[in-house]
Structure formats: structure tokens, C-alpha cells
Nanobody
Framework: LMQAFGGGLVQAGGSLRLSCAASGSISNIKVMGWYRQAPGEQRELLAAITSEGTTNYADSVKGRFTISTDNAKNTGFLQMNSLKPEDTAVYYC?????????????WGRGTQVTVSS
């Protein structure tokens, strides 16, 4: 199970740093991703990072958000700067592992981020 935390209420232009922790049963994460879902909208992929450190970002957050990991601790982070009201959503992290060569996606609880104008 993945657990995202660190959300909260912030003013537009402010910053937040989200963390993502994997339960003890999850190890050897190949890819970690951050998503968000606003009310009435589909879940959106924001950023992903491989175990080798390759990153990808959605255009909506490129240049403002930075994804990183601490592989030794199976922990991920999402640094969010220059936040906008449209960034308001529940933020989730996930992790992809391999079991006998088959990818498994692990989800967990999200954390609410609210950006006030």
C-alpha cells in the first residue's frame, strides 16, 4: 500500500512538498508516479520517475513540480512550487514493481491539496 501525505491549504504562489511512503511489503520499486484528481474529473498523471532516475512531467506542472525518490527508503517526493488554484485536487502516488516479470501497480490513499486564490 502506498500512502501520500503532506497536503494542506496554501495560498496561490506558495509551495508544498508531498511525500509518498510504501508499506513494508513493497520493495524494488521500478517506477513511482504522482497523480491528482479534482472533483468531477479524471485522475491525471503529473510526474513519474524510474529507479534509474529518469523523470517525466505533464505539461500542466512542468517547471513547477519536481519528483524525486529515496530508493533506499522506498519513499517518493513531489515538490510543488508556484501553486495555482487549479492545482486543487486529491494527490495520489503509485508504485510499479515486478513479480516474476509481471508489472504490479500499487495504489493507496491520497492527500488533499487546496490552493486558495
Amino acid at each position: 500500500l502506498m500512502q501520500a501525505f503532506g497536503g494542506g491549504l496554501v495560498q496561490a504562489g506558495g509551495s508544498l512538498r508531498l511525500s509518498c511512503a510504501a508499506s513494508g511489503s513493497i520493495s524494488n520499486i521500478k517506477v513511482m508516479g504522482w497523480y491528482r484528481q479534482a472533483p468531477g474529473e479524471q485522475r491525471e498523471l503529473l510526474a513519474a520517475i524510474t529507479s534509474e532516475g529518469t523523470t517525466n512531467y505533464a505539461d500542466s506542472v512542468k517547471g513547477r513540480f519536481t519528483i524525486s525518490t529515496d530508493n533506499a527508503k522506498n519513499t517518493g517526493f513531489l515538490q510543488m512550487n508556484s501553486l495555482k488554484p487549479e492545482d486543487t485536487a486529491v494527490y495520489y502516488c503509485n508504485a510499479e514493481t515486478l513479480r516474476v516479470g509481471i508489472p504490479i501497480i500499487h495504489w493507496g490513499r491520497g492527500t488533499q491539496v487546496t490552493v486558495s486564490s
